[in-house]
Nanobody
């Protein structure tokens, strides 16, 4: 069973920065892609950033220019660097990994989530 463990959340003032980390229990190179989703109170979970197996990074419009995503295959870790944080970035951030088998079956794995609160 694949496990994803997030860390790095916390309370930060507007304009501040945080870096989230997601450590996988298996090689991240085995996944088709990995992403960071977030869910604010009363809202649906949304994609914030995604990195494909080939290394292409996709960012939600709301975080472009402020967030970056990277991976360290040697440590089986993906990172989300969040700069210029805004109160509307407040949410629980979840790490996700997608594996698609050779038969086309999809396996979605989720971390437990880490709280990010942006407030003065």
């Amino acid at each position: 069973q694949v496990q994803l463990v997030e860390s790095g959340g916390g309370l930060v003032q507007p304009g501040g920065s945080l870096r989230l980390s997601c450590a996988a229990s298996t090689s991240i190179n085995s996944f088709n892609h990995m992403g960071w989703y977030r869910q604010a109170p009363g809202k649906e979970r949304e994609l914030a950033a995604l990195i494909t197996g080939s290394g292409t990074i996709q960012l939600a419009d709301s975080v472009k220019g402020r967030f970056t995503m990277s991976r360290d295959s040697a440590k089986n870790t993906v990172l989300l660097q969040m700069n210029s944080l805004k109160p509307e970035d407040t949410a629980v951030y979840y790490c996700n990994a997608l594996y698609v088998s050779r038969w086309g079956r999809e396996y979605n794995y989720w971390g437990q989530g880490t709280q990010v609160t942006v407030s003065s």
